[in-house]
Protein backbone atom coordinates (compact mmCIF):
# COMPACT_ATOMS: atom_id res chain seq x y z
CA UNK A 1 0.00 0.00 0.00
CA UNK A 2 2.67 2.56 0.75
CA UNK A 3 4.69 1.62 -2.58
CA UNK A 4 0.76 2.40 -4.48
CA UNK A 5 0.68 6.08 -2.29
CA UNK A 6 4.09 6.79 -3.26
CA UNK A 7 3.21 6.54 -6.97
CA UNK A 8 0.19 7.94 -6.75
CA UNK A 9 2.41 11.13 -5.52
CA UNK A 10 4.67 10.44 -8.25
CA UNK A 11 1.99 10.88 -11.25
CA UNK A 12 0.30 13.67 -9.40
CA UNK A 13 3.66 15.53 -8.80
CA UNK A 14 4.29 15.43 -12.53
CA UNK A 15 0.98 15.71 -13.81
CA UNK A 16 0.68 18.99 -12.23
CA UNK A 17 3.40 20.97 -14.22
CA UNK A 18 1.28 19.90 -17.23
CA UNK A 19 -2.02 20.94 -16.19
CA UNK A 20 -0.36 24.34 -16.01
CA UNK A 21 1.51 24.11 -19.64
CA UNK A 22 -2.31 23.29 -20.52
CA UNK A 23 -4.02 26.35 -18.87
CA UNK A 24 -1.03 28.53 -19.86
CA UNK A 25 -1.73 27.46 -23.68
CA UNK A 26 -5.35 27.78 -23.23
CA UNK A 27 -5.01 31.77 -21.81
CA UNK A 28 -2.13 32.30 -25.07
CA UNK A 29 -4.50 30.78 -27.26
CA UNK A 30 -7.72 32.89 -26.47
CA UNK A 31 -5.57 35.65 -26.12
CA UNK A 32 -4.81 35.71 -29.40
CA UNK A 33 -8.68 34.84 -30.41
CA UNK A 34 -9.20 38.00 -28.45
CA UNK A 35 -7.01 40.12 -30.69
CA UNK A 36 -7.79 39.02 -34.04
CA UNK A 37 -10.52 41.26 -34.12
CA UNK A 38 -9.05 44.51 -33.31
CA UNK A 39 -5.95 43.53 -35.26
CA UNK A 40 -8.05 42.99 -38.18
CA UNK A 41 -9.56 46.24 -37.86
CA UNK A 42 -6.70 48.19 -37.18
CA UNK A 43 -5.22 46.62 -40.80
CA UNK A 44 -8.45 47.94 -42.63
CA UNK A 45 -7.99 51.15 -40.85
CA UNK A 46 -4.27 51.70 -41.82
CA UNK A 47 -4.65 50.21 -45.42
CA UNK A 48 -7.81 52.38 -45.88
CA UNK A 49 -5.82 55.88 -44.68
CA UNK A 50 -3.02 55.09 -46.80
CA UNK A 51 -4.44 54.57 -49.80
CA UNK A 52 -6.99 57.71 -49.25
CA UNK A 53 -9.86 55.26 -49.13
CA UNK A 54 -11.50 57.70 -47.04
CA UNK A 55 -10.65 61.70 -46.42
CA UNK A 56 -7.84 61.91 -44.19
CA UNK A 57 -9.97 64.84 -42.51
CA UNK A 58 -12.63 61.99 -41.76
CA UNK A 59 -10.35 59.04 -41.51
CA UNK A 60 -6.57 60.15 -39.96
CA UNK A 61 -3.72 57.37 -40.12
CA UNK A 62 -3.55 55.78 -37.12
CA UNK A 63 0.39 57.22 -36.49
CA UNK A 64 -1.55 60.44 -35.80
CA UNK A 65 -4.06 59.21 -33.87
CA UNK A 66 -0.91 57.50 -32.05
CA UNK A 67 0.60 60.64 -31.72
CA UNK A 68 -2.28 62.81 -30.72
CA UNK A 69 -3.08 60.28 -28.07
CA UNK A 70 0.63 60.61 -26.52
CA UNK A 71 0.43 64.36 -27.09
CA UNK A 72 -2.98 64.39 -24.67
CA UNK A 73 -1.71 62.16 -21.97
CA UNK A 74 1.61 64.57 -22.15
CA UNK A 75 -0.02 67.75 -21.82
CA UNK A 76 -2.93 65.84 -18.82
CA UNK A 77 -5.85 66.87 -21.24
CA UNK A 78 -7.04 63.00 -21.31
CA UNK A 79 -6.13 62.09 -17.88
CA UNK A 80 -7.96 65.28 -16.36
CA UNK A 81 -11.32 64.09 -18.26
CA UNK A 82 -10.98 60.58 -17.30
CA UNK A 83 -10.46 61.75 -13.83
CA UNK A 84 -13.95 64.13 -13.52
CA UNK A 85 -15.52 61.46 -15.39
CA UNK A 86 -13.98 58.44 -13.36
CA UNK A 87 -15.37 60.69 -10.20
CA UNK A 88 -19.36 61.52 -11.33
CA UNK A 89 -19.20 57.51 -12.27
CA UNK A 90 -18.29 57.25 -8.39
CA UNK A 91 -20.57 59.16 -7.12
CA UNK A 92 -23.62 58.35 -9.36
CA UNK A 93 -22.76 54.83 -8.45
CA UNK A 94 -22.08 55.27 -4.89
CA UNK A 95 -25.93 56.81 -3.99
CA UNK A 96 -27.91 55.16 -6.80
CA UNK A 97 -26.20 51.17 -6.06
CA UNK A 98 -27.19 52.17 -2.26
CA UNK A 99 -30.70 53.01 -2.78
CA UNK A 100 -31.38 50.27 -5.51
CA UNK A 101 -30.05 47.35 -3.46
CA UNK A 102 -32.34 49.03 -0.48
CA UNK A 103 -34.98 49.36 -2.55
CA UNK A 104 -34.61 45.43 -4.67
CA UNK A 105 -34.43 44.41 -0.78
CA UNK A 106 -37.53 45.63 0.08
CA UNK A 107 -39.50 44.37 -2.48
CA UNK A 108 -37.62 40.72 -2.51
CA UNK A 109 -38.35 40.17 1.01
CA UNK A 110 -41.93 41.91 1.32
CA UNK A 111 -43.99 40.41 -0.71
CA UNK A 112 -46.57 43.36 0.01
CA UNK A 113 -44.11 46.12 -1.09
CA UNK A 114 -43.85 44.50 -4.41
CA UNK A 115 -47.18 44.39 -4.79
CA UNK A 116 -47.91 48.11 -4.04
CA UNK A 117 -44.67 49.28 -5.66
CA UNK A 118 -42.95 46.93 -7.92
CA UNK A 119 -45.55 47.59 -10.83
CA UNK A 120 -44.77 51.38 -10.54
CA UNK A 121 -41.06 50.36 -10.54
CA UNK A 122 -40.61 48.34 -13.10
CA UNK A 123 -42.78 50.69 -15.70
CA UNK A 124 -40.50 53.41 -14.66
CA UNK A 125 -37.30 51.04 -15.39
CA UNK A 126 -38.89 50.42 -18.27
CA UNK A 127 -37.88 54.15 -19.49
CA UNK A 128 -34.10 54.28 -20.33
CA UNK A 129 -31.81 56.80 -18.14
CA UNK A 130 -31.17 58.93 -20.78
CA UNK A 131 -35.22 59.00 -22.06
CA UNK A 132 -35.09 61.33 -18.40
CA UNK A 133 -32.34 63.46 -19.85
CA UNK A 134 -34.57 66.53 -22.05
CA UNK A 135 -37.18 66.97 -18.34
CA UNK A 136 -33.86 66.64 -15.97
CA UNK A 137 -32.31 69.68 -17.87
CA UNK A 138 -35.05 71.37 -17.66
CA UNK A 139 -35.41 70.92 -13.73
CA UNK A 140 -31.59 70.98 -13.26
CA UNK A 141 -29.76 72.31 -15.79
CA UNK A 142 -26.61 71.42 -17.15
CA UNK A 143 -25.07 71.48 -14.19
CA UNK A 144 -23.07 69.18 -12.34
CA UNK A 145 -26.36 67.37 -10.71
CA UNK A 146 -27.71 66.75 -13.99
CA UNK A 147 -24.79 63.95 -14.61
CA UNK A 148 -25.23 63.25 -11.29
CA UNK A 149 -29.04 61.83 -11.36
CA UNK A 150 -28.20 60.40 -14.55
CA UNK A 151 -25.47 57.75 -13.42
CA UNK A 152 -27.92 57.31 -10.48
CA UNK A 153 -30.52 56.32 -11.86
CA UNK A 154 -28.69 54.17 -14.68
CA UNK A 155 -27.35 52.19 -11.28
CA UNK A 156 -30.54 52.35 -9.05
CA UNK A 157 -32.58 49.72 -11.62
CA UNK A 158 -29.82 47.08 -12.31
CA UNK A 159 -29.15 46.98 -9.00
CA UNK A 160 -32.75 46.54 -7.27
CA UNK A 161 -33.76 44.06 -10.22
CA UNK A 162 -30.75 41.93 -8.85
CA UNK A 163 -30.94 42.61 -5.09
CA UNK A 164 -34.82 41.85 -5.42
CA UNK A 165 -34.02 38.78 -7.27
CA UNK A 166 -31.35 37.58 -4.70
CA UNK A 167 -33.83 38.07 -1.90
CA UNK A 168 -36.21 35.87 -3.77
CA UNK A 169 -33.88 33.09 -4.37
CA UNK A 170 -32.35 32.78 -0.23
CA UNK A 171 -32.56 28.99 0.30
CA UNK A 172 -35.44 28.20 2.56
CA UNK A 173 -33.25 25.93 4.63
CA UNK A 174 -30.70 28.85 6.13
CA UNK A 175 -33.86 30.48 7.52
CA UNK A 176 -34.35 27.89 9.23
CA UNK A 177 -30.94 27.40 10.51
CA UNK A 178 -31.21 30.95 11.83
CA UNK A 179 -34.57 29.98 13.54
CA UNK A 180 -33.05 26.93 15.17
CA UNK A 181 -29.80 29.02 16.17
CA UNK A 182 -32.19 31.72 17.24
CA UNK A 183 -29.98 34.33 15.86
CA UNK A 184 -30.57 37.76 16.30
CA UNK A 185 -31.80 39.99 13.06
CA UNK A 186 -28.72 41.54 12.48
CA UNK A 187 -26.71 38.29 12.56
CA UNK A 188 -28.96 37.01 10.03
CA UNK A 189 -28.47 39.63 8.25
CA UNK A 190 -24.97 39.88 7.75
CA UNK A 191 -24.28 36.07 7.71
CA UNK A 192 -26.73 34.33 6.12
CA UNK A 193 -28.35 36.52 3.87
CA UNK A 194 -25.77 38.79 2.36
CA UNK A 195 -23.67 35.72 2.06
CA UNK A 196 -26.59 34.21 -0.36
CA UNK A 197 -27.14 37.33 -1.96
CA UNK A 198 -23.35 37.59 -2.72
CA UNK A 199 -23.73 36.12 -6.27
CA UNK A 200 -26.83 38.49 -7.51
CA UNK A 201 -25.43 41.75 -5.78
CA UNK A 202 -21.94 41.26 -7.90
CA UNK A 203 -24.21 41.01 -11.17
CA UNK A 204 -25.58 44.12 -10.07
CA UNK A 205 -22.91 45.71 -9.31
CA UNK A 206 -21.43 44.88 -13.26
CA UNK A 207 -24.47 45.82 -14.60
CA UNK A 208 -24.89 49.05 -12.56
CA UNK A 209 -21.43 49.72 -13.83
CA UNK A 210 -21.58 48.95 -17.70
CA UNK A 211 -25.09 51.31 -17.17
CA UNK A 212 -23.63 54.36 -15.63
CA UNK A 213 -20.64 54.43 -18.34
CA UNK A 214 -22.88 54.21 -21.44
CA UNK A 215 -24.65 57.06 -19.82
CA UNK A 216 -21.80 58.81 -18.43
CA UNK A 217 -20.21 59.11 -21.90
CA UNK A 218 -23.76 60.26 -23.50
CA UNK A 219 -24.59 62.59 -20.95
CA UNK A 220 -21.31 64.22 -21.44
CA UNK A 221 -21.73 64.60 -24.68
CA UNK A 222 -24.76 66.14 -24.86
CA UNK A 223 -25.02 68.33 -21.77
CA UNK A 224 -21.45 68.18 -20.57
CA UNK A 225 -18.26 71.00 -20.41
CA UNK A 226 -15.51 68.33 -19.17
CA UNK A 227 -15.05 64.84 -18.84
CA UNK A 228 -14.43 62.14 -21.56
CA UNK A 229 -17.52 62.77 -23.58
CA UNK A 230 -17.35 66.34 -24.09
CA UNK A 231 -13.73 65.55 -25.14
CA UNK A 232 -14.52 63.69 -27.94
CA UNK A 233 -17.41 66.78 -28.79
CA UNK A 234 -14.81 69.43 -28.62
CA UNK A 235 -12.66 67.45 -31.02
CA UNK A 236 -15.61 67.07 -33.37
CA UNK A 237 -16.20 70.59 -33.20
CA UNK A 238 -12.92 71.27 -33.86
CA UNK A 239 -12.93 68.81 -36.78
CA UNK A 240 -10.62 67.27 -35.36
CA UNK A 241 -11.16 63.57 -36.29
CA UNK A 242 -8.11 62.30 -34.20
CA UNK A 243 -9.19 63.34 -30.90
CA UNK A 244 -12.43 61.46 -31.41
CA UNK A 245 -10.99 58.96 -32.32
CA UNK A 246 -8.82 58.41 -29.22
CA UNK A 247 -11.59 59.01 -27.11
CA UNK A 248 -13.27 56.07 -28.12
CA UNK A 249 -10.26 54.17 -28.03
CA UNK A 250 -9.32 55.14 -24.38
CA UNK A 251 -13.26 54.43 -23.59
CA UNK A 252 -13.74 51.08 -24.74
CA UNK A 253 -10.49 50.20 -23.72
CA UNK A 254 -11.66 51.07 -20.09
CA UNK A 255 -15.31 49.76 -20.41
CA UNK A 256 -13.78 46.70 -21.45
CA UNK A 257 -11.17 46.76 -18.94
CA UNK A 258 -14.02 47.18 -16.27
CA UNK A 259 -16.57 44.58 -17.69
CA UNK A 260 -13.43 41.97 -17.56
CA UNK A 261 -12.48 42.61 -13.38
CA UNK A 262 -16.04 42.63 -12.74
CA UNK A 263 -17.31 39.24 -14.57
CA UNK A 264 -14.28 37.84 -12.77
CA UNK A 265 -15.56 38.86 -9.72
CA UNK A 266 -19.08 38.34 -10.42
CA UNK A 267 -17.90 34.45 -10.93
CA UNK A 268 -15.63 34.35 -8.05
CA UNK A 269 -18.52 35.22 -6.16
CA UNK A 270 -20.39 32.58 -7.91
CA UNK A 271 -18.39 30.00 -7.27
CA UNK A 272 -17.86 30.53 -3.68
CA UNK A 273 -21.56 30.54 -3.19
CA UNK A 274 -21.98 27.22 -4.70
CA UNK A 275 -19.53 25.99 -2.70
CA UNK A 276 -20.98 27.01 0.35
CA UNK A 277 -24.01 25.86 -0.84
Known amino acids: ?7 DDFRVAHRAPNVRA ?10 LLVLIGPAALLALWWIASVNGWVSPQVLPQPDWVLQTFLDLLASGDILSAAVVSFRRIA ?15 LIGRSPAADAYMGPTFRALAAVPSLGWLPILILLLG ?13 CFVPMAISTAEGARN ?23 TIPAMAPFIASGVRLSLSQAFVSLIVVEMLAGTDGLGYMMVWGRTLFQLDI ?5 IVVGAVGFLLDLLLKRAEAFFRAGSAANG
Open 142 to 154: IEESLKIVILAKA
Open 1 to 7: MATFGAE
Open 170 to 192: IPAGLNEVADVLGLRAKTRFLKL
Open 91 to 105: EGFVIGATLGFLFGL
Open 244 to 248: VIVGM
Open 22 to 31: ARAGAFVSNS
